[in-house]
């Protein structure tokens, strides 16, 4: 059996904010990064939204981390070994491994009577990644564990938790078989799925694991120190930390920020030292700052099925054959998942997606058909926008005036950002332009929005049809089921894809060491410097 050391291919997608090169930089000071959520949660097996990932990624040491470079590297694990197969993964975990216990933890242990958590042991990561798969756990990122050996026929509830094949050979070796070779295994376990949990802490919070700081006990190079429910998360240093990832910063405060118009420019002022901005806002945090893209925004025409008109198909195909999407060459959509989200760890591809294309003849007769269904003579069609927007939603309706020959009055509405929210919310649109994304790095969650239990459903599109075939994305997610979700969305004009955009992760000129790897949700700020 051929032994590894822990450095793996490199991924793509990874930046570091070197801000300062050729400055004096200084370690241990606070940092304040801005964010569109604050975490429901502090365990890392049922992390969801991406700033409970990277909160999650930065407090809890899992067995590899991504460097900056984008290449895996051991962490918790000192070395490990793969069979001949592919199929078994034997790993050796660091010596002196322990948990951060914070005060208002050990007073909560003290009061029931329980012990302290000893040091960590192969046995807190077969406990956790066990967590990860048990169908209570109800764990988004399931699907990173499903080739483990019986995992999928246990979180089906088909099988025992002890079929699984996931074991402690000894107290700092770790033994995982999976169903099939998969090279992408060692990015599972660099994920807060698969973070240590002591069994004996997790059973005397009795289900409020993670739902309060005295209900967790940490593993990182953070842990977390403050919080407000409804401004702030603050994680500070772990001073009491042996392992291989040692916080430089003294901490990094995660401030709520709804309305991002403004972060840029608390960037530029200094208020902010990191955050993801959209390019409308990016310009204003400064000349100096450190930026890449990350391209997870589809700018997508989206009906408002409040509307009884819309239920018409003829009316939605009609309007959407009208649309010369030449005018969009260069930056068009071919889906409408943007090709910066993972599914199941892996970068999505669209490649066999439907598009919806131009074709006058159809769009003609169809809206003539429309009109007949709706008895009506005339159409007044509003497209809403936000002003950033708008040259799309007019080149989107000068094609209907120059393409349809029936009766149609095809206007823009461009708002403000926030007002633009407020008629999304309170479904005052036609047609929106929207700009469609998600605080979550995994493809499902962006397709969750049309189904008719979500609570982000501004279409207000119901279809039995769709849900069953979002659930079956849920249960198995794979490139197929996702690219026939897309498909069955544009197909009947529910959404149709126009142009993709990035976000940007921004780093102030005077910050370094700050990098992202694969997605929004995994920033790494163990290394921050600030000048």
């Not at 075939?469 to 249960?475: P, V």
Request: proline share 3%.
């Amino acid at each position: 059996m051929k032994r590894f050391f822990c450095v793996f291919f490199a991924l793509t997608l990874c930046i570091t904010c070197f801000c300062s090169c050729g400055k004096k930089e200084t370690s241990g000071k606070s940092f304040a990064a801005a964010v569109s959520s604050l975490p429901g949660t502090f365990d890392p097996q049922i992390a969801a939204e991406d700033v409970e990932k990277t909160i999650a990624l930065n407090c809890f040491d899992t067995l590899f981390r991504p460097d900056e470079n984008g290449t895996l590297q051991c962490l918790a694990a000192e070395s490990y070994s793969v069979s001949a197969d592919g199929l078994v993964y034997t790993i050796k975990l660091r010596g002196g491994l322990k948990y951060f216990v914070p005060s208002s933890t050990k007073s909560f242990i003290k009061e029931k009577g329980g012990a302290l958590p000893e040091g960590i042991t192969a046995d807190d990561f077969v406990f956790g990644i066990t967590r990860g798969i048990l169908p209570e756990t109800k764990a988004a990122d399931f699907a990173l564990l499903s080739n483990i050996k019986n995992a999928e026929a246990v979180h089906n509830g088909k099988a025992d938790k002890a079929s699984l094949g996931i074991r402690a050979k000894s107290a700092d070796t770790l033994v995982i078989t999976l169903e099939k070779p998969d090279s992408n295994f060692l990015f599972a376990l660099s994920q807060p799925i698969c973070a240590p949990c002591n069994e004996q802490f997790f059973n005397l919070t009795a289900g409020r694991y993670g739902l309060e700081v005295k209900y967790t006990v940490f593993s990182g190079g953070f842990y977390v120190s403050g919080i407000s429910d409804k401004n702030y998360v603050t994680i500070s240093k772990n001073s009491e930390y042996a392992g291989e990832n040692a916080a430089v910063p003294g901490s990094v405060t995660f401030y709520l920020n709804e309305d991002y118009s403004q972060v840029a420019s608390k960037i530029k002022k200094g208020n902010f030292d990191c955050a993801f901005l959209d390019s409308a806002f990016k310009k204003d945090a400064g000349s100096k700052i450190a930026e890449t893209a990350l391209q997870n925004i589809t700018y997508t025409l989206v009906f408002n099925f409040s509307q009884e008109r819309f239920a018409s198909l003829n009316l939605r195909k009609g309007l959407v054959s009208a649309i010369d999407f030449s005018a969009f060459s260069e930056t068009r959509a071919d889906g409408i998942v943007a090709p910066d989200y993972l599914l199941s760890g892996e970068k999505i591809s669209n490649r066999s997606v439907s598009t919806a294309s131009t074709n006058i003849d159809s769009a003609r007769k169809m809206l003539t058909d429309a009109l007949a269904e709706l008895d009506v003579s005339t159409l007044d069609i509003r497209i809403l926008c936000t002003n950033d927007t708008q040259d799309i939603a007019k080149s989107i309706v000068n094609s209907w005036q120059k393409n349809i020959g029936v009766e149609l009055n095809g206007t823009v509405s461009a708002l403000e950002q926030k007002d633009f929210d407020s008629s999304i919310r309170g479904k005052d649109f036609d047609i929106a332009l929207y700009p469609l994304t998600s605080s979550s790095s995994d493809a499902k969650s962006v397709l969750s929005v049309f189904t008719s239990g979500s609570n982000l459903n501004f279409a207000g599109y119901k279809s039995e049809e769709y849900d069953r075939i979002f659930n079956d994305l849920t249960e198995n997610p794979t490139q197929e089921n996702l690219t026939y979700a897309q498909s069955f969305l544009i197909e009947n004009a529910i959404v149709t894809p126009i142009q993709f955009d990035s976000k940007y992760f921004v780093c102030a000129e005077n910050v370094s060491g700050i990098y992202f790897v694969y997605d929004a949700s995994n920033i790494y700020f163990g290394k921050g410097r600030k000048e």
